[in-house]
């Protein structure tokens, strides 16, 4: 059984900045992929940022140059930077892990973080 367990979200003002983390526990195989997605009241879940476990990173163009994903491999945990916060950066974060198997991959989830961007 695979538990991820989010922390770091919050109240920020426009400008400013917040660190998100997702641990990663249970039978985790490599290679994989470690990501965030984001949803908003409203809006569809979208990715955010994801990570491979060989550190190729891959960004939505409404974060690249403000958010950074990174990760610990022995550690099972993943990382998202976030720095120059927006109020349309408002949502429920979601951490991801992607696991391929021989006919296709497994999905876990985590309970998800708020995020609220706000003066």
Do not use: H
């Not at 770091?8 to 003002?13: A, D, H, K, N, Y």
């Not at 992929?33 to 990173?57: D, F």
């Not at 022995?74 to 979601?94: G, H, I």
Request: charged share 15%; aromatic share 8%.
């Amino acid at each position: 059984q695979v538990q991820l367990v989010e922390s770091g979200g919050g109240l920020v003002q426009p400008g400013g900045s917040l660190r998100l983390s997702c641990a990663a526990s249970g039978s985790i195989s490599r290679p994989n992929t470690m990501g965030w997605y984001r949803q908003a009241p409203g809006k569809q879940r979208e990715l955010v940022a994801s990570i491979t476990s060989s550190g190729n990173t891959n960004y939505a163009d409404s974060v690249k140059g403000r958010f950074t994903v990174s990760r610990d491999n022995a550690k099972n945990t993943v990382y998202l930077e976030m720095n120059s916060l927006e109020p349309e950066d408002t949502a429920v974060y979601y951490c991801n892990l992607v696991i391929p198997i021989v006919y296709g991959s497994r999905n876990y989830w985590g309970q998800g973080t708020q995020v609220t961007v706000s003066p």
